[in-house]
T-cell receptor, first 115, second 112 residues
């Protein structure tokens, strides 16, 4: 596609429910990133994919968070048993390759509100 | 843990003035990038400076990098109200396969 696409753009869920956030990267981009941004805060790195594998999962905050990527394309970030502190914008980004020096392109984010 | 730390956290200036934002980081980098974010949504890449570069220009933007001090600055000259946004620095480590790590950002307000 023309840009990184994320869905849903907004999601309100009840505490304890599971949510899935989807990211469609720019076609041909092998690297894919997930970040979390709480209101008024900086970007918190969650996970990075190179192809379908995730060499760096160090940012996932707990075992309630998981992510997968298939076909070197779409990625899904799943949050199980959501908590109120999970409320944030979840930003996905992609880049051509993961070698240092490539610009990453962001989607518009998925705003998650846990009530 | 976050790599870059921007300073100041917030900056308010008048149109036409210059805005300077600083970024410090902790470990060796391959490159440092600056991004802009409007209204808490997606970020837009502004400029990338490699570890062997000291200064780079792009339009009204000027970025410097001092690897000995592990710091960078972003200068926006002749600011406009449309420059109002949050600005983040991000660093890419020297090892292959490392993620881009962002700082907490500087919120710039430009009033007309």
């Amino acid at each position: 596609g023309a840009g990184v696409s994320q869905s849903p753009s907004n999601k309100v869920t009840e505490k304890g429910k599971d949510v899935e956030l989807r990211c469609d990267p720019i076609s041909g981009h092998t690297a894919l990133y997930w970040y979390r941004q709480r209101l008024g805060q900086g970007l918190e790195f969650l996970i990075y994919f190179q192809g379908n594998s995730a060499p760096d999962k160090s940012g996932l905050p707990s075992d309630r968070f998981s992510a997968e990527r298939t076909g070197e394309s779409v990625s899904t970030l799943t949050i199980q048993r959501t908590q109120q502190e999970d409320s944030a914008v979840y930003l996905c980004a992609s880049s051509l390759v993961s070698i240092s020096g490539n610009t990453i392109y962001f989607g518009e984010g998925s705003w998650l509100t846990v009530v | 843990s976050q790599q870059g730390e921007e300073d100041p956290q917030a900056l308010s200036i008048q149109e036409g003035e210059n805005a300077t934002m600083n970024c410090s980081y902790k470990t060796s980098i391959n490159n440092l990038q600056w991004y802009r974010q409007n209204s808490g949504r997606g970020l837009v890449h502004l400029i990338l400076i490699r570890s062997n570069e000291r200064e780079k220009h792009s339009g009204r933007l000027r970025v410097t990098l001092d690897t000995s001090k592990k710091s960078s600055s972003l200068l926006i000259t002749a600011s406009r109200a449309a420059d109002t946004a949050s600005y983040f620095c991000a660093t890419h480590g020297v090892q292959a396969g490392t993620a881009l790590i962002f700082g907490k950002g500087t919120t710039l307000s430009v009033s007309s």
